[in-house]
């Protein structure tokens, strides 16, 4: 793993082994394995950060399964009215389905909160989330995440899909904002 990894202005250092990741998805596959046998699933990816999860996901299930993608558009202005502006991708037919909706970070749960309301309306048979990252610290929603990678602290965090203003989503593990001393 890199030492230390520059992006823009900011500089991260080393977090979260991509090794750590790999075995800690080799077990929330098992788990979903076990779960959703005989049942062919629709992971629905929330893009842009979740690509990556979600490709080691459904390659860590054992499982006939379904995969799409969906984007939303979050306008974060003001933090106590934030609102979800757009949603694209979503003409999708999800009645009656088994979707896993797999998200890189929930952070203050703001994006999921209202995307898993709007889940409903499409009528599928069950709905579930995994998540590779939490900040607890952060949450102001109400999320239930039934997969969870790690739980982490309220710092801004980069690599494995994560970004930080476009760049360094292709890392391969996860790095943290290093503190200016
Ligand atoms: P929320 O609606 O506040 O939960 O925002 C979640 C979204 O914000 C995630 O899907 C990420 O795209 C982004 N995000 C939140 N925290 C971080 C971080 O530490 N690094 C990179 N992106 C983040
Ligand atoms: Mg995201």
Known sequence: MKKLVTAHDLTFEPFISSSDIAEKITELGKKI?????????LFLGI???SFVFIADLVRACDLE????FI??????????TGKIETIYGFEINLENRHVIV?????????????????????????????SLLLKPDALQFPIKIDYLGFEI???FVVGYGLDYDGLCRNLKGIYQLKETP
């Open 33 to 41: 394995t076990e779960k959703y046998k005989g049942k062919r699933p």
């Open 47 to 49: 893009l842009n950060g």
């Open 65 to 68: 399964c379904e995969i799409a």
């Open 71 to 80: 984007r939303l558009s979050s306008y974060k202005g003001v933090k106590s």
């Open 102 to 130: 797999v998200e890189d970070i929930v952070d203050s749960g703001r994006t999921l909160n209202y995307f898993m309301e709007t889940l409903t309306e499409k009528k599928p048979a069950s709905v579930e989330l995994a």
């Open 153 to 155: 602290s309220d710092k």
